[in-house]
């Protein structure tokens, strides 16, 4: 059994694309051995498949590969027996086929067929060498790797080949970056494969400045991660992000009482800019402190990837983290720490400059000045978006209102009013990242009053559905109006996503409404959303330039327009108790066909759902519901009508009638008031009565009277207790 | 606290701006690239500059570096701002086709202007580039020095619209960024541009460009005549729109002479273009561009510098 290594030596490949390619090379190594039987599965060793990255490479190390496949043997079945053989002499026909199963004429065999006898042969099939699979098969596997964005470094055209070979003649391969060098190996010796015209070979690179030029020597496949270590690459990216997440700790700890900020995503970040990954502290003057935190750690973290420090008390401190891909001495950190405090130094400038430039014109005063930033070419400037929003915000104001919930109204249509206006604010243009977030702050020490200031600085949370909700009544609200105008504004204009295409980030934004509506307490429907800004999509643009105005009116309820963005929005709702609350298909789908209008119910109808369905008694009911959805379809399917249920015949069909009459008021009485699991285990002490009636009585019963009741009778049970859930829907077990 | 970090010295003998223009200079002129002198008309950035925009496009080899000021009016500060400038320099570099060893020779560059990379940290972090009026774009990494974009390093996979065969690198230098790194100078504006190989004295990037920095913020920024601009602007367009017409004509008229096509002045049409280009960055910086506007006029520069290109790129097949 060998040892089998591949590397794919690459200039730096973007962080953001590693993890995963990384991932897909190692399942389509993984699955290439299984395919082609090469993995020893069933040896006590067994295999594994083993990945590695760093910005320089992508490498798979897979352990338990078997030098060749086994042979394999096929039974053929040729001409009959009597055309074959002729007085126990081989006729030509006997001869071919010998020939074509690869055996001796003497080597065939009589089979008995159902047809009679035939010619067989056992033809024995060599497998095929681990080397010549892996040559033929694996740069193929390499190529089909998904990225983001690919590109040429080649010739477009310069692989033209004189031999007039069609599959090369086309273009050159296209990859994240250019493939500089390929490293495969089985255990010592070279596997002869190209990828992307480089050959491989047994030498690799290490570290640009810590090991230079010159090539690495990989003396065998499993000594690949030592081999690499000594030229200064850790290419485990597990490993490495320890030594980061250490380093950091250690660094900090230089600092009394300091800590760094936890940043999962930074941290995966610099993990996959680094191939030997150390850390150091920098400083910044204590001024700049005055700048809020928000802009110090935007600055810090997006536009020089530096973890913030805080105090004992969770301050940020004037200093930073930055992780380098190189290891210097004191001397060179000390260098190395000065560029960096530099650079800061200068991005800091810039923003309190911007900051105080900014205040020149408070937001109030820049109302107007939307009119020249564009929101979308066909609908108008963020003026007419900030217009609609207001219509928007009002109606579910009022809703929300009506309904008992109370919030400060005056100070949500100062912050739908102002929301925008950041637009034009140059810390704003330096980092736009920060939009929302700015303008809040500026409301806030422009003493708008801190509810204003809130909601323009949540209006963009959550910006994915692990981030936290607007924590005011008027921040969501201001939320949720501002995205369902966008949302029903785009569909108007024919922007609606399609497959994997989502430009405008539609499906974010209704993510957020949907998870605004489940996790806070405001007292709106999904309906409800859909209906405050229906009239406002009748007010078109005014803006000139807008083409198609009609396109846009979402006009009367029932309009295909309407249909069009409850599908969506229940979508993003299935999604939500899908993906992100994690209930199980089967829940979510019987949930949402009793409702999805109301998200906080169906979450809690979900959860009783969920706790309900161990249980033996329901798992039984749950097979009743599917039973009758297909007895009442197939019914239909024949024309059969329902007739009055009073007819049914037999006690079974009694008492189940009377379990209907005595547990729907029940039911739907623990409905009415939420409680779903009292509502579940009544349903479910139908499940002795249900199940005698299908043992014993025949729905569709001959007798078209009988047949009637019968059917009223199951279409009661389904119209009657199908209300939290449709039980049809759930999978058994 | 922030303890006092005794500045270390990067490099005490600083070389000064013009000693690393001429040290990169040579660099690739030893490595068989043409030296060219800066463009002469106003451009944004080296990209746009024919030396580069035009010679990447169709089949011939061809190296080439420049330094070139690029004019970016929008970005202005009346020479206030340490870090800001309306015009920089780029030394810009086109390898086309690209040796395998493109980033390597690149690091080797660094170090020909005395940047030694032992002592400093240096990331290639994705940065793709894109020219969307001259229908141009890339991919590749923005090179980082301690904390420091220097570099734009740029694959090119189309320009004017046309797929490239073969592929060219592009690396752009941002000289001023690198001369403020190596002389430890926290304003632009104190860089040693020169010095005196007899007193010693020093000539400072302030002495040789503040005035100019001042002069047109004031004048992007306050005075350009915007009706005359756009007389301007109109103008040079109209003349382009001719000779584009002309030479869609005649290129493709199979009847006329190799000779005819090959001296029609596509290099001067494409000037043109460019001039159109600068008015509109003037325009937008003297705000008087809005909104609705903006889209259309960047369609009718792109218009005149992808027209320009794909004749020129037929041009060159003739």
């Known amino acids: 059994m060998s040892d089998f290594l591949l590397e794919i030596g690459l200039e730096e490949v973007p962080a953001r694309m590693i993890a995963g390619a990384e991932a897909e090379l190692g399942r389509r190594v993984s699955d290439l051995l299984q395919r082609e039987r090469l993995l020893a599965v069933d040896t006590k060793v067994g295999a594994k498949v083993t990945t590695y990255s760093t910005p320089r490479r992508l490498a798979v190390l897979a352990e338990g590969v078997l030098a060749k496949q086994a042979d394999t043997e096929e039974q053929l079945t040729g001409p009959s027996w009597k055309v074959a053989f002729k007085d126990g002499a081989p006729t030509p026909a006997a001869q071919a086929f010998a020939k074509k199963a690869g055996v001796a004429v003497g080597d065939l065999k009589k089979v008995e067929t159902p047809k009679g006898e035939y010619a067989g042969a056992a033809a024995k099939r060599a497998g095929r060498t681990a080397n010549e699979i892996l040559a033929a098969e694996l740069p193929k596997e390499v190529l089909s790797i998904y990225w983001a964005k690919n590109m040429y470094w080649q010739s477009p055209a310069g692989h033209k080949s004189s031999g007039g070979d069609p599959v090369r003649s086309g273009k050159p391969e296209r990859f994240v970056r250019p493939v500089r060098w390929v490293v495969a190996l089985l255990d010592r010796s070279v596997v002869p494969l190209s990828v992307a015209g480089i050959a491989a070979g047994s030498a690799s690179r290490g570290h640009r400045v810590l090991w230079g030029e010159k090539p690495v020597a990989i003396p065998a496949a499993c000594a690949y991660k030592e081999a690499l270590r000594g030229a200064f690459v850790v290419v485990d990216v597990a490993e490495r992000r320890q030594i980061i997440r250490k380093a950091l700790d250690a660094t900090t700890r230089t600092v009394p009482g300091a800590r760094w900020r936890e940043d999962e995503p930074l941290v995966e970040t610099v993990t996959h800019l680094t191939e030997w990954p150390t850390v150091i502290l920098g400083n910044f003057d204590l001024e700049y402190l005055a700048l809020p935190e928000e802009v110090l750690v935007t600055v810090m973290r997006d536009h020089q990837k530096y973890f913030a420090v805080e105090n004992a008390e969770g301050k940020l401190a004037p200093h930073f983290l930055a992780v380098l891909n190189t290891e210097v001495d004191a001397q060179g950190a000390a260098i190395i720490r000065h560029g960096n405090e530099r650079v800061l130094r200068a991005r800091f400038k810039d923003a309190r400059f911007f900051w105080d430039v900014d205040q020149k014109t408070p937001l109030v005063a820049r109302v107007e000045s939307l009119q020249h930033v564009t929101f979308q070419k066909e609908l108008g400037s963020y003026y007419w978006k900030t217009e609609e929003n207001l219509r928007v915000a009002r109606n579910l104001a009022s809703l929300v209102k009506a309904k008992g919930t109370s919030f400060d109204e005056v100070a949500l249509v100062k912050a739908v009013e102002l929301a925008k206006t950041d637009l034009t604010a140059e810390l704003v243009k330096e980092f736009t990242e920060l939009q929302g977030i700015i303008g809040g702050l500026y409301a806030r020490a422009q003493g708008l009053g801190e509810h204003v200031a809130l909601a323009i600085y949540e209006q963009y949370t959550p910006a994915s559905t692990e981030d936290e909700i607007p924590a005011s009544v008027e921040g969501q609200l201001l939320g949720i109006a501002d995205r369902i105008q966008t949302i029903v504004a785009m569909f108007g204009i024919g922007n609606a996503p399609t497959g994997s295409k989502d430009p405008f980030a539609l499906r974010r934004a209704a993510n957020a409404i949907v998870k605004i509506l489940a996790e806070s307490q405001l007292p709106l429907t999904l309906g409800d959303v859909i209906d405050a800004s229906a009239d406002a999509t009748d007010h078109v643009p005014s803006h000139p330039g807008g083409k198609d105005k009609s396109a846009a009116r979402m006009g009367h309820p029932a309009s295909p327009k309407r249909a069009q963005v409850e599908e969506f929005l229940r979508e993003r709702l299935h999604f939500y108790l899908k993906d992100v609350r994690g209930f199980a298909y089967d829940v979510v789908n019987a949930v949402l066909a009793a409702g999805a209008d109301d998200v906080r119910d169906a979450i809690a109808r979900a959860q009783s759902l969920t706790t309900a369905r161990g249980s033996e008694d329901f798992v039984a009911v749950s097979a009743a519901f599917k039973r009758i959805k297909n007895i009442l379809r197939q019914a239909e399917e024949k024309g059969f009508v329902h007739g009055n249920w009073v007819n049914v015949k037999g006690p079974e069909a009694k008492n189940l009638r009377s379990a209907i009459l005595s547990l729907a008021d029940e039911v739907a009485r623990r409905r009415e008031q939420r409680k779903y699991a009292e509502a579940l285990a009544l349903i479910a002490t139908l499940r002795p009565t249900v199940d005698a009636f299908f043992d014993k009585v025949m729905v569709l019963d001959p007798d078209e009277e009988i047949r009637g009741a019968n059917l009223a009778l199951i279409a009661g049970v389904f119209s009657n207790f199908s209300t939290i859930a449709d039980f049809s829907e759930m999978v058994a077990g | ?318």
């Not at chain 2, 003037?282 to 506007?293: F, K, N, P, Y």
């Open chain 2, 1 to 318: 606290m922030p303890q006092a970090q005794p500045a270390p010295r990067v490099n005490p003998t600083s070389l000064t701006f013009q000693d690393l223009l001429f040290r990169l200079q040579a660099f690739w002129a030893e490595r068989g690239c043409v030296i060219q002198q800066p463009y002469d008309v106003e451009v944004g950035a080296g990209t746009m500059c024919p030396e580069t925009f035009l010679r990447v496009l169709g089949p011939k080899p061809h190296r080439v570096g420049y330094a070139q000021p690029s004019r970016r009016p929008a970005d202005g500060r009346y020479g206030e701002n340490p870090n800001r400038l309306f015009k920089h320099t780029q030394f810009q570099l086109v390898l086309k086709p690209p040796p395998a060893n493109v980033q390597e020779l690149y690091l080797e560059s660094l170090e020909a202007m005395g940047i030694g990379l032992k002592h400093h940290d240096l990331k290639f972090e994705e940065d793709n580039w894109e020219w969307p009026a001259g229908g141009a774009w890339g991919v590749g990494w923005q090179v980082m020095l301690d904390g420091l974009e220097i570099t734009q390093f740029t694959y090119f996979q189309q320009c004017g619209g046309l797929d490239l065969d073969p592929i060219s690198a592009e690396l752009t230098y941002g000289m001023e960024r690198i001369a403020q790194f190596l002389q430890d100078v926290d304003s632009i504006y104190d860089i040693v541009w020169a010095r005196d190989p007899q007193t010693g004295a020093a000539v400072t990037y302030g002495d040789v460009r503040l005035a100019e920095e001042l002069q047109f913020s004031v004048y992007n920024f306050e005075m350009a005549d915007v009706p005359r601009l756009w007389e301007h602007f109109n103008s040079y367009e109209a003349e382009a729109q001719v000779l584009l017409e002309k030479a869609g004509k005649l290129l493709n008229d199979e009847d006329a002479a190799q000779k005819e096509k090959r001296r029609f002045p596509l290099l001067p049409t494409y000037e043109l273009a460019l001039k159109c280009s600068n008015l509109f960055n003037i325009l937008d910086a003297r705000g008087a561009i809005s909104v609705t506007e903006r889209v259309g006029v960047i369609g009718r520069i792109r218009a005149l510098a992808v027209g320009a290109a794909k004749a020129w790129a037929e041009q060159q097949t003739e």
